[in-house]
């Protein structure tokens, strides 16, 4: 099967690191031009050695700033043929008891998780409505299905709503020839973040998460990535209000 994507644009947040580097990666691999885009400017520096990739730093949480910078997007590549949205995580925090929450931590992983994928799908949609057809994957987590590993509150409740998001966005971009579709992730070892929830864990808990994984392994970046590629090709163009699950297989 050959997933060409040889003169398509794809926009990609959270592409700073892990998952959304795989992702720009992936997508450059099979031909497409892409805006990478992340608020550690920092951290896209190592996509310039990628061709076809463009770096774009902003705060997506905010929406006048995530309007400004997929306007900026626009003005370079003229046009957006799919938005990933792989912005959000946990924004370094790790599980405390209910009665701890502040409402900054609260509000910071919703920024980074729901309101970042809203503001971006709104800037490039149009565009894509005007083209009669365009990709929108959302990365979500097996959080956004169940309770969450981390036991981080905000991050289940924001995964939730994201799928929840991803759902209602492939209803109404349907007739405009928009599949709209979500990659839900199961443990995957990518950024700081990820590794410093994993060694909070413990052995003994570590042991229990590789054991309920059928393929017993946790995830890597690439896996996510190549279920994102396979979503934004012409091979996906009946697929959409879809959740796939790429964790291993649970127990």
């Known amino acids: 099967m050959q997933l060409n994507l040889e003169g398509r644009v794809f926009a990609v947040t959270g592409a700073a690191q892990g998952i959304g580097a795989a992702i720009v990666?992936?997508?450059?691999?099979?031909?497409?031009?892409?805006?990478?885009?992340?608020?550690?400017?920092?951290?896209?520096?190592?996509?310039?050695?990628?061709?076809?990739?463009?770096?774009?730093?902003?705060?997506?949480?905010?929406?006048?700033?995530?309007?400004?910078?997929?306007?900026?997007?626009?003005?370079?590549?003229g046009r957006v043929d799919g938005l990933v949205t792989a912005a959000g995580g946990v924004r370094g925090q790790v599980g405390q008891p209910l009665e701890q929450i502040s409402l900054a931590q609260w509000q910071a992983v919703f920024a980074a998780n729901v309101d970042a994928a809203m503001w971006c799908a709104q800037s490039f949609a149009p565009g894509m409505r005007a083209q009669g057809q365009g990709r929108i994957i959302t990365i979500s987590s097996g959080a956004g299905l169940?309770?969450?590993?981390?036991?981080?509150?905000?991050?289940?409740?924001?995964?939730?709503?994201?799928?929840?998001?991803?759902?209602?966005?492939?209803?109404?971009?349907?007739?405009?020839?928009?599949?709209?579709?979500?990659?839900?992730?199961?443990?995957?070892?990518?950024?700081?973040?990820?590794?410093?929830?994993?060694?909070?864990?413990?052995?003994?808990?570590?042991?229990?998460i590789i054991n309920s994984i059928h393929m017993r392994r946790l995830g890597q970046a690439e896996d996510i990535a190549d279920a994102v590629t396979f979503l934004c090709s012409a091979r996906a163009a009946w697929i959409t209000g879809q959740v796939l699950q790429v964790d291993g297989g649970h127990a």
């Not at 520096?45 to 061709?51: I, P, S, V």
């Not at 076809?52 to 306007?71: I, M, P, R, W, Y």
């Not at 590993?149 to 289940?156: D, E, K, S, V, W």
């Open 25 to 77: 990666a992936s997508l450059v691999a099979e031909g497409a031009e892409v805006a990478a885009m992340d608020l550690d400017a920092s951290g896209l520096e190592r996509l310039h050695e990628l061709e076809n990739v463009t770096c774009h730093t902003g705060d997506l949480g905010e929406q006048a700033s995530a309007h400004d910078l997929c306007k900026q997007v626009l003005s370079v590549h």
């Open 146 to 208: 169940k309770p969450s590993l981390t036991g981080i509150q905000a991050y289940a409740s924001a995964k939730h709503a994201l799928v929840g998001l991803t759902r209602q966005l492939a209803l109404e971009l349907g007739p405009a020839g928009i599949t709209v579709n979500s990659v839900a992730p199961g443990f995957v070892l990518s950024n700081p973040s990820t590794q410093k929830q994993w060694e909070a864990f413990g052995a003994e808990r570590q042991k229990q």
